[in-house]
């Protein structure tokens, strides 16, 4: 068994927000997925982007609008949204609050995408350098 925690896995911070990279093949040899948690601050965004595994957003709490190809949706805790593979798809924290979701994407990215997507260290690694 692997467990993967949200203080060990490497990261990402942009415009607001931070992706923990739980499962993958970079992280515990994942074959098939990639998995995220991510949390996105008020008025953070993620930018509009397009990759080839299809995904889903879990909403787990907050609220936002979550764009598909040319489709737009107010999204809220307990959503689920499929982006089929190769649309462009971005989401933007529109509530007070901090947005949080977990995302899959099947088939998994690759080691060397992981390592460009997710460039910083886990936050467990900062602390102790401290």
Not at 53 to 77: A, C, D, R
Not at 95 to 112: D, I, N
Request: charged share 20%; with cysteine.
């Amino acid at each position: 068994m692997i467990i993967q925690t949200q203080r060990q896995a490497p990261r990402y911070e942009r415009d607001g927000t931070t992706s923990y990279l739980l499962v993958s093949p970079l992280t515990c040899g994942s074959l098939h997925l990639t998995t995220s948690i991510v949390e996105m601050e008020p008025d953070g965004s993620q930018r509009p982007h397009r990759h080839e595994p299809e995904q889903i957003y879990f909403i787990i709490s907050g609220s936002g609008l979550m764009s598909v190809l040319n489709e737009t949706w107010e999204v809220k805790e307990g959503d689920c949204v499929l982006v089929p593979p190769g649309s462009v798809h971005s989401l933007r924290n529109t509530g007070e609050t901090t947005l949080r979701y977990f995302s899959a994407a099947a088939p998994a990215f690759s080691s060397e995408q992981l390592e460009v997507l997710w460039p910083l260290r886990p936050e467990g690694d900062v602390e102790e350098e401290e």
